[in-house]
């Protein structure tokens, strides 16, 4: 069994700073890509950052410049510093991530249950 489970969500005010954790447990032989999507009320999930195993990253152009994902590949953790927020980062966060559990088996796509960021005065 694995699981992925986040933490740091909550509220803050426009312009203001959260930082995001979700950490990966359970049997586990390697992680692959890393990484966060969002989804706001009425709007389809989205991807906001990726991190792959070597650490090359790739973000959405939304938040460009004011987030910033980085891994701990030792504590099998993602991180997720947003900067700036504004009103429009409002959304449910999850953590995903691409995980080998036993050494030459398949890679299979795991979802963490989310955690609320509310950007708001």
């Known amino acids: 069994q694995v699981q992925l489970v986040e933490s740091g969500g909550g509220l803050v005010q426009p312009g203001g700073s959260l930082r995001l954790s979700c950490a990966a447990s359970?049997?586990?032989?390697?992680?692959?890509?890393m990484g966060w999507y969002r989804q706001a009320p009425g709007k389809q999930r989205e991807l906001v950052a990726v991190i792959a195993s070597g650490g090359s990253t790739n973000y959405a152009d939304s938040v460009k410049g004011r987030f910033t994902i980085a891994r701990d590949n030792a504590k099998n953790t993602v991180y997720l510093q947003m900067n700036s927020l504004k009103t429009e980062d409002t959304a449910v966060y999850y953590c995903?991530?691409?995980?080998?559990?036993?050494?030459?088996?398949?890679?299979?796509?795991?979802w963490g249950q989310g955690t609320q960021v509310h950007v708001s005065l």
């Open positions: 995903n991530a691409d995980i080998r559990r036993r050494l030459n088996s398949c890679i299979y796509e795991y």
């Open positions: 359970g049997t586990i032989s390697s992680i692959n890509a």
